[in-house]
């Protein structure tokens, strides 16, 4: 997610505005800039790559200006460079401005604006911002925000500056975060709390559909009808690292509890409205190129790996497409039968992981056609693959992938059924059973995260133990490989996932009393038979946690925790089963007093085979 600060008061805007966007630094960001109002003009000023070259190209620039906005990128649309960056201007200068979020009309916005006259620069959703309001501008700059996000679709936090209007900012909130900090004849814009801490603890929470006039002396709030809005001051009394994490204790919480907003983003643009189809404009393969693939590989390491585990699942059931799945270290030393008829796919969250990045040019090498999954823009798997499909979780900081992972999973599922669209592998109505389903996950994981005291309870039983099983048929024997690993990798347990069909094969001999047993039960059609290998464990004296989706009956009987998840198309049940898992492995590490975010010996990015 980007950063924004903005300033308006009797000090110099532009060290302010870079002092608050250093405050941001540790989102993660591509690129930086700032604009300043000086001598009846708009100054701008950014730059590709870290805050000291911005800082590096304004030496020597007299700033004296008072007002001005300023803005760390983490790239969405638009590769990161100078031109993307923002701050963006329209056509003449007069305006400039900051954003976070995603427009997803711009593409048909940009289009009207170009017919009226409009030049674009930057292949970024957020220019067509300044341009609407060149647009639309008749002397007021309030009035004329007003009029632009009327035209928006998608989630934004946009801040404009005027030439015409100095000592004024106008902003406005949809989905993005917004706060105003209160200051002695001078006031404040940023998107995180951290970048205002400096200046003040007095703080208004601007709220989804609200604008903000702001001046050195006075902030007026108004909701999406003009009305005047009274804002409660909130002080902070967070210190700076807490307020980095947004008040969560670590950043691994923050980031499970972004999911929803995780999956929206990555949702959005991506199935249209008028067909009830998923749109992938960002994918170069044709229907011939699409229906000549006789086989797919997913590579990929880690938690990315058990994303493409259940990629295999989805693909090949909705596309009829066979899939295999390989861990990237092992894939290029097994000499895969790989050639121009495949399509090898490969998931990374950071676009850097080194045994990924290395699968990625065999595959090359070998003739395949290429797609990346990934979260960075700009990374190395972004660049080198034929096509990329971004996860937009914003920047994801614990080592330990949590909404990157479900992100991953949402673009499995919408890759799927792209693909199945293309090959008329599916019916319509299926699809837009899907699509429905698709759609309301967000509102579904809400619900488990307003249920995480119940998970947090459950999770009181593992602080002391050395071992855990996690296990599951199906696709939940996929999830429960996740889970596993969220467990090992920050509670230090050993923990092993196994499918529950083959523990009587050897490994139900480690399970005696109080062993804990963690059984995921959410695919209908297995549904009975989880409920045969949960009593199996059962009539061993395991400690047994269910997952179980709501309106199963009976589990909780062979179970000593049961916990539910909304209940959703069993195929989509991953992205959800998913969370308690993590919820469940953050609890068990708080309690055992470790490194939740930096766990011992790992790294949150593998650059290294
Ligand atoms: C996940 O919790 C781990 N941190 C690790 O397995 C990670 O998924 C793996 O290193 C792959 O990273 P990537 O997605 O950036 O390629």
């Known amino acids: ?19 608050g966007l250093s405050k941001l630094e540790y989102r993660g960001y591509d690129s930086a800039g700032i604009v300043v109002w000086e001598e009846n003009q708009l100054k701008l000023e950014k730059k590709l790559g870290r805050l000291s070259t911005l800082q590096e190209s304004l030496q020597g620039i007299e700033l004296n200006a008072k007002t001005g906005i300023g803005h760390t990128r983490w790239a969405t649309h638009g590769r990161p460079s100078d031109v993307n960056a923002h701050p963006h201007s329209d056509c003449t200068g007069r305006f400039a401005v900051v954003h976070n979020g995603i427009i997803e009309n711009y593409m048909e916005l940009r289009e009207w604006l170009q017919e009226q006259g409009h ?24 009035e004329a925000v007003y009029k632009v996000i009327e035209k928006l679709e998608g989630s934004y936090a946009m801040v404009v500056i005027s030439k015409d209007e100095p000592g004024r900012l106008v902003a406005a909130r949809q989905d993005s975060p917004l706060v105003v900090g209160l200051g002695e004849g001078e006031n404040f814009l940023a998107s995180d709390i951290p970048a205002l801490l400096k200046h003040t603890r007095n703080t208004l929470i601007i709220d989804d559909g609200e604008i903000v006039d702001l001046t050195a002396e006075n902030v007026e709030i108004s909701n999406g009808t003009g009305r005047p809005v009274e804002k409660q001051i909130f002080e902070v009394t967070w210190e700076e690292s807490q307020a980095e994490k947004g008040g969560y204790e670590h950043f691994m919480l923050k980031e499970i509890y972004e999911q929803p907003r995780a999956l929206r983003d990555t949702l959005s643009g991506r199935l249209s409205p008028e067909s009830d189809r998923v749109v992938l404009n960002e994918l170069n393969l044709d229907e011939e190129t699409v229906k000549n693939i006789n086989r ?7 938690t990315a790996y058990h994303a493409g585990l259940v990629g295999k699942s989805v693909i090949e059931s909705l596309a009829k497409i066979p899939v295999e799945v390989d861990i990237a270290s092992e894939f290029r030393y097994r000499k895969p039968l790989v050639g121009p008829d495949n399509l ?39 660049r080198e693959a034929d096509n990329v499909i971004y996860t937009w ?16 999973l949402l673009c499995m599922y919408l890759l799927g059924i792209w693909l199945a669209q293309e090959k008329g592998a599916l019916e319509q109505q299926e699809i837009t059973d899907l699509l429905k389903e698709l759609r309301e996950l967000y509102v579904k994981a809400e619900v488990i995260l307003d249920n995480d005291s119940t998970i947090q309870e459950a999770s009181r039983q593992f602080a002391d133990k050395e ?19 969220k467990l090992k990798e920050i509670s230090y347990i050993h923990a092993e996932a196994y499918a529950a069909g083959e523990l009587k094969h050897g490994t139900l001999a480690l399970i005696e009393e109080n062993v804990p047993v963690i059984a995921l039960a959410t695919q209908q059609h297995l549904y009975e038979k989880m409920v045969s ?4 464990v059962n009539a061993r004296d395991a400690s047994i946690l269910a997952l179980a989706m709501e309106g199963n009956k009976g589990i909780e ?17 991953p992205i959800l089963t998913v969370i308690p898992l993590q919820l469940l492995a953050y609890h068990v590490s708080v309690a055992r007093g470790c490194d939740v975010d930096k766990p011992r010996n790992l790294a949150k990015s593998v650059t290294v085979e």
């Open 393 to 408: 979780a914003g920047p994801e900081i614990a080592v330990a992938s949590t909404k990157a992972y479900t992100t991953q």
């Open 533 to 536: 290998n949960i009593k199996e």
């Open 344 to 382: 090898v796919m490969v998931i990374s969250q950071s676009g850097e992981t080194a045994d990924t990045l290395a699968a990625l040019r065999e595959a090359k090498r070998l003739g395949a056609k290429t797609v990346a999954v990934t979260n960075v823009v700009g990374s190395s798997v972004s």
């Open 296 to 302: 797919i590989y997913v590579v990929a390491c880690g």
């Open 557 to 573: 009987k062979v179970a000593d925790h049961t916990i539910y998840i909304p209940a959703t198309h069993p195929m989509l049940a």
């Open 467 to 485: 071992n855990a099983f996690f296990i599951g048929r199906g696709l939940d024997y996929v999830v429960a490989e996740e889970g596993s690993l």
């Open 1 to 19: 997610m980007c950063g924004i600060v903005g300033y308006v008061g009797g000090n110099s805007a532009a060290p302010i505005l870079i002092e």
């Open 119 to 142: 030049r674009f620069v930057s292949e970024t959703d957020t220019e067509v911002l300044p341009h609407l309001v060149e647009q639309y501008y008749q002397g007021d700059l309030k």
